[in-house]
């Protein structure tokens, strides 16, 4: 691939407005975003989504991204056109190519300021390395979950997410867009800096490694039976531990945190609004520490060298 930019998508998903709308300030006053000397490529990922005010038309844009949905007869839903669209413009061989994706998204859930990484491609865990060095986020790692697959960025060769909560569906919020453009803006120092050949990695890299998720418990019929319980709302990143108060019912009952091995672990996406229609109460991580490894650095240095100059 010859020269290339660096994709921001914001909008994936149509009622997460925070990025979106700072990505029209961006466009209209370029220089309202330091974009540490990089080319950059600001797109709305769901157009349609976002003018309706609802997270996707016909499915999930950001599980759209599966060779079977791509590369399947007709023009499938309209997300899957957009996947489509997207890539012809700014896929690696694209019309307008971009070497790597930063996908901004918020949530519902208390995330705070922190970083998506799916699986372990060097150049993500280099990028995020980069990032959590600066700005100390922390970092949820997403793998070996096939219920959850066709991830917008993974379809570049190399790309994270940026995500920012607690935030309503729907609505702007100041402290959310400030933490998103500083996280942004941090990842961009990072490529920058791999692409002049300077980054220095972290001796380090702190993880929350994906286990799996748990739904909340159901009726027969699919309707929830219970809550979560007060002490685990809000508590995204901290440790639950077996016998731990989970979920709640409406009369009052307590449900504890009965896992299969008595092993503490902590909770990500707690209560996610949008994630209720994919079973997702919660997701479980191990909490973990890495080494980084000196070929990270290399492959987001290789990839950051495909980077044209930005326009002057």
């Given at each position: 691939m010859g020269a290339a930019e660096v994709l921001v998508v914001a909008g994936t998903?149509?009622?997460e407005r925070n990025a979106p709308w700072?990505?029209?300030?961006?466009?209209?006053?370029?220089e309202a975003l330091d974009a540490a000397g990089l080319p950059l490529r600001l797109v709305i990922g769901n157009p349609g989504a976002l003018a309706a005010g609802r997270r996707y038309l016909d499915r999930d844009l950001n599980r759209s991204f599966t060779s079977v949905l791509l590369e399947g007869p007709g023009?499938?839903?309209r997300e899957v056109q957009r996947a489509r669209e997207l890539l012809a413009l700014h896929g690696p061989v694209g019309l307008q190519p971009c070497a790597l994706v930063l996908d901004l998204h918020s949530t519902t859930a208390a995330m705070g300021n922190s970083l998506v990484v799916y699986g372990r491609r060097p150049a993500d865990l280099a990028l995020a390395a980069g990032i959590q060095a600066l700005l100390g986020l922390p970092i949820y790692l997403h793998e070996a979950d096939n219920s959850q697959q066709g991830f917008l960025?993974?379809?570049?060769?190399?790309?994270?997410?940026?995500?920012v909560g607690p935030v309503p569906q729907g609505v702007v919020n100041a402290t959310i867009c400030h933490q998103t453009q500083r996280a942004l803006e941090a990842a961009l120092a990072v490529l920058a800096s791999a692409r002049r050949g300077d980054l220095v990695l972290p001796q380090g890299l702190s993880v929350h490694r994906h286990q799996g998720s748990l739904d909340l418990p159901r009726h027969a019929d699919g309707?929830?039976?219970?809550c979560l319980h007060p002490h685990c709302q809000h508590r995204d990143w901290q440790v639950l531990r077996p016998g731990d108060p989970l979920f709640l019912t409406a009369g009052g009952e307590t449900l504890c945190y009965e896992p299969s091995y008595p092993e503490p672990l902590w909770p990500v996406f707690i209560n996610e609004a949008a994630y209720g229609e994919k079973g997702i109460a919660l997701s479980l991580t191990r909490r973990e520490r890495w080494a980084c490894e000196p070929s990270w650095a290399r492959e987001l240095k290789q990839l950051a060298h495909q980077l044209s100059p930005a326009p002057g």
């Open positions: 998903h149509g009622n700072l990505l029209e300030h961006w466009l209209a006053h370029p023009q499938g839903d960025l993974e379809r570049w060769p190399c790309g994270l997410v940026i995500e309707r929830p039976a219970a």
